[in-house]
């Protein structure tokens, strides 16, 4: 995720520590639910499906 956000951004995550902590937390729940992410498919699925 960090490295994605400095690719996007040009930022690190650690140039602001509430980004970082943030991120950190993100990232806690993740790996203590996985079960309640969805793929990128599913996500842009749903996106298009609400499209008129």
Same mark, same amino acid.
Do not use: C, P
């Given at each position: 995720m960090a490295e994605l956000w400095d690719d996007v951004t040009g930022h690190t995550a650690s140039d602001d520590p509430a980004?970082?902590?943030f $991120?950190?937390?993100r990232?806690?729940?993740y790996q203590l639910h996985p079960?309640? $992410?969805s793929p990128w498919s599913e996500v842009k699925a749903?996106?298009?499906g609400q499209r008129p």
């Open positions: 980004l970082a902590a $991120v950190e937390g990232w806690q729940d079960e309640q $992410v749903r996106i298009l």
